[in-house]
Structures are given as C-alpha cells and as structure tokens.
C-alpha cells in the first residue's frame, strides 16, 4: 500500500477509537513530559552552572607567574652559592607580549594591597584590590547596593559589604560619600654609579593619599580569576589601582631576590582568551615564553562530566513514565487486534499482505507516538517554565536574583518527539506482527 | 462443443485439521475442474467442507495435500506474499455477511482493493464509478453501510469484488442473509456479470432451487468430499 493511503487508513482507525486512542496518547505525552521536563532541569542547571562559571572568569583564564627561582636566599654560604639562572621577570614588556598573542583578550595584574582608609575621620585598616573591566559582566554585580564603576578610571570605591558595616551600619547611606586612601607609592631611585648594569638604584616609598567615592556595595569580591592572597574589602578599577603604584607583598620580595629594577613587575598576571577551549594551547605558548601558567581547565572538564551523569540520570528517571506509556500503546493495540479481527479479515482477503497489516498497525502507533510526543514536549516545557517561575518567586522573596533553571533546546524538542516516535513503533511491533500473522479464514469467522 | 480451458483444477486436494488428537477431515481428496466463464454452484449442508473448499480456493487456505490450480498458478507452491497479490489480483470475493467497514462510505469501500493493488488516485475514482454502475448504486456512493438494506450492502460487496477486474469470482452464501426476492435479484446480477464481461463464478450456496435456476452447473458435497449427484444444467 502506498503511504498516502497506509496513513489515511491509520488515521481512519485511529479516529474510531478517539477516546482510546487520546488516552494511549496522553499517556504517551506525559511519559514524554516527564522526561523532557527532567532533562531541560538537567540542562538548565548546566547552563545555568556553565555560564555564571564562564562570567566568572574562572575557566577562560589563565594565571600567569614568574618561573619560580628554587635557589632562592639561603641556599647556603654567601660565598659557596652559584648564581641562580635567572627567570624571565612579569613585567609590562612581558605584559605587552602576552597581550599580543592570538586568542587572548584581556591581560591584567592582581593588585591587591593593604592600606589604611579614613573614612568621617576615623581609619580603618582594609585590603584594596584592583577590578578589571571584566569583572561587571561575571554576575557578582547583578543585585548590588548601589552601580558599578562609572568608568576605568573614575576616582570611585565598591565596598564589601561586611567592610560597609564597620564603617556605617546602614550601608545605604555611604552612597555617594567619600573617603580617603592612604597608602605609600613605589618611587624609583635613580641609579647609582657601581650598581649592575641591569639592576636600578631601587626605589622608595612616598605616602599618599587618595579621594574616592563610594558608588556601590557588594556581597563580596568577585571571583576575578584567581590567585589573590586575600579578599578585597575595597574595590576600585584596576586602571586606577595600577595608577596608585602602590606598594605591593611582591615588591619587599623582589628586593629580597635582589632582581628589583626600575620598572614595576608583577606578581602575577591573569591572561583571559576567547573561549574555555583556547586556554590549553595558550597555556603551552605561555610556558614557551618562560613563564608558569596554570588554569582550571581540568575542573571544566570534570564539570562537564558531572553533568552528564546527572543528565542520563534524570532521562533515566524520566524514562520510566514513558515506559508505562509503552505499556498503554501495546493494551490498546492489542485490543485494536482483538476488535478489528473481522476486519484484518476482510482485508486479506481483498489482498492486504501481512506486511501491509503490519505496516497499518505500525503505522497507528507511529501516530499515537508522534502525537503524544509533540503533546508531552510542549507540557515538559510548561513544567519547566512553571518550575522556573516557582523558583523565582522564591528568589525574589529572598531578595536574590532571578535564574533561568530550565532549558528545552531544540535538539531536546526533536529528542523528545523523535524518542516517543521510536519508543511508540518498538511498542507497536508486538501488536503489528499479531495483526498480521492473524489467519484470514479464522478472522473472517470471528463475530 | 468446444470445451473451455480450466479456470480451477482441484487435483486430490484435502484440508485436515487437527483438534486435540483427532483429524477433522474438513475437506478430503476433492478433485474438481472449472472452466474459465463457468458459474458453479457448491452445495451441501452445514459443515460439508463447501467453504473451505472456496477459501482454498480464494488462496486464502493451504490445503494439507493435493493441488489448487488458479489460471495455470499451483497456489499450494505460493508465498504468502504471493498469495495475497493472487487474491488481489485473480480473484473477488463476497460473503454472506457482506463484511463492508461500518466507518467507510460505499465509495470507499468499493475503492479499498485499489487502495491495496496501489492504484493511482486519478483511476481510482473512474473504476470505483464504473463497478458501482454496475451494481446500480452510483447514486449511493457517500452512504454508510449502515444506511443501506442488506441487498444493497451485498450489490456494493459485489462492486467491491469486480473493482480490480478478476478473472474468478468467489460467493460464500451470497443470499444467506437475504430475503428470497432480494437473493434472486442478486442471483441475477452475478448471471449478467458471468456473462459480461464473462466470468468464472463458484457460489457456495445450500439454497438448491435457486443455484439449479442461476448455476451452469452444481457440485455438491457431502463430509468434506464431492458427492456423484452434482450435474451439469
């Protein structure tokens, strides 16, 4: 039979039975809705896990140090101590190079250091730390007191809110006021006849005092890469900080290394590039370049491993409705058989082949499948949305902000309906071969 | 008289089965020659072995032993798949029970044998106007079954037959459901369509007055077997 009329005679079948047939279907759509409700959650969360861990910076960055000098001081006598090779210094030629490199977006120091601040006459001890640009856009930021730095170099401050408290309780109210860091400056001295050719006279250190404004509170620092030593309780942009040349840990141990110059080196650097899966091969052109690199690409990894077991264990679970649902199609098919022997029957007679009652059966199923798989996709989805619109109330009641925890992409959309189709034709392949073994004389006989 | 080729030779043919551990000899050593434009009439009582005597003849059986020869086609030696292209094919069949699907209009009842032998849509509707001319029930084509009389039911069981233009039509009992007046008008129908556009029919029937009236000739049988007193006209 042609497929014109197959699908018409199984339309026709179908619609005679409709309340049957819509129940078979229901149950099929809620097999489907539960297995499609359960891996948008699945796929929602690792979404939802993937992008805030991307925003953060934590797996698209690379942190970047100085090769580390073993033989460093006290290594033994003075006088027995054979010159250590020396490593590459992290400073702005290097800074610069690294810029350069293919992939890499954006380059910029750990500026972190300990300070006094005065705040309505009173100081306060804290530890400043420098903001790259970036960091607005990792969703630490999304729900603060207050805005985010007005621009790069804007003379303003975001406090940690614990740190907000110790200077006013309601922390509402140090919006917009000012307050003062004091820190020392790092000064080059000039050199001095008899010093080595490559090393500077050193430098010294100027206090100084610095007016800012406070524009924000938030939670806590922002995971802006890694490899601070501490958290910044007062936050300013890392072009100002830099600016500041403040005197850092790094700078007393550089002196200590005796390989301090005149041009300011850093600690570290964080090196972010353009995608999660450039950082391997820009973490091995940095180790070329003479540096330590390091990043948490492995933790991605694991993170997307995790994931996936936690997905085929939600399908796993979701699964099980729908094969309760294949039960529902085999009862109804196999009562379909029973109700139109008469009929298989009269169509072998007129020349049906079995393949051709098979393929009617077969086809019914497919039907019910694709029904009941569009049907439960679309309600899969409803749930998810509502379970997103009931965690987000929740949310907004604890003044958090809102997140989207499920998703239904479009190969889940496929997935779903592609699966109940399958799942239904499997179903179908009992009933379909009973129908067609059924012998005609037998069937013509029934009543 | 030139005698006609065979449309169906029966040679020893037998259809046993088995019910517990006993035989049941449903039709045993039957040999029968039909030649092509013949209307015969299949006699005998209840349980003879008439009917399926037909259904192994409409390849819708397979008989134990012997062969059943259709147009020169041994059906004991077909597939299954081959069988059903024979039945859609070579032969047309009617039931006493009429057996048209209750959710079907005439119209597509009469069309379904198209439907399976893949017909194409635009010959379709052309044959299924012709067989119902016919049988006179153009005017009828989008009625249920259910909204006919049972003469007319069996008229569209007999369109549905003849739609695929088979050498071999096959009636089970064709008036066992009907009145005599009715039967006979249907008798009458299945004579013209024997001989125009000429036809092998075998009616299984155990209304004897009627089939010696409208069979060329009468086979009757008796506990599966073929009894001597069947004759020709």
Redo the contacts between chains.
Sequence with gaps: ??VR?LSD?AF?NLR?AVLRNSLTTLGVAVGVASLVAMLSLGVGLQQLATSRLAKSGLFDSIFVTPKTNLRGPGGGPPGTRTPAPKARPLDADARAEIYRMPNVIEVYPQIRFFTEVRYDGKPFATMVAGLPESSKASGAFDGMQGSFFSSPKADEAILQAEFAKELNPQTTSLIGKDLVLRYAERQSLPAQPGDPADNSGGFSVVPKEKHLRIIGVVETEPASGFGGFASGRLLIPLPLAENLRAAQVNDLRDILRDSSTDKPTYSSLTVRVKSPSLVETTEDQLKALGFSAFSLLDASKSLRIFFSVFDLLLGIFGSLALAVATLGIINTLVMAILERR??I????????????VKQLFFVEAGVMGLFGGMLGTLLGWLIGRSLTLGTNLYLHRQNLPGVDISSVPWWLVLGGIGFAVLVSLAAGLYPASRAARLD??QA?RYE | MTELPPAIRLESVSRHYLMGEAVIRAVHDVSLSVPSGEFLALLGSSGSGKSTLLNLIAGLDRPSSGSVIAHGQDLSKMSSLELARYRRQTVGMVFQSFNLLPRMTLEENVELPLRLAEVDRSERAARVGEALRRVGLEKRTGHRPSELSGGEQQRTAIARALVNRPKILLADEPTGNLDSATGESILTLLREIQRNPGMTIIMVTHERTLAERFADRLAVMGDGQLLPNGAPR
């Design positions: 039979m042609k009329d005679l026709r005679e008469r009929e029957g009269v169509l072998k007679a007129l020349g049906a082949a079995d393949g051709d005609p004389v013509l």
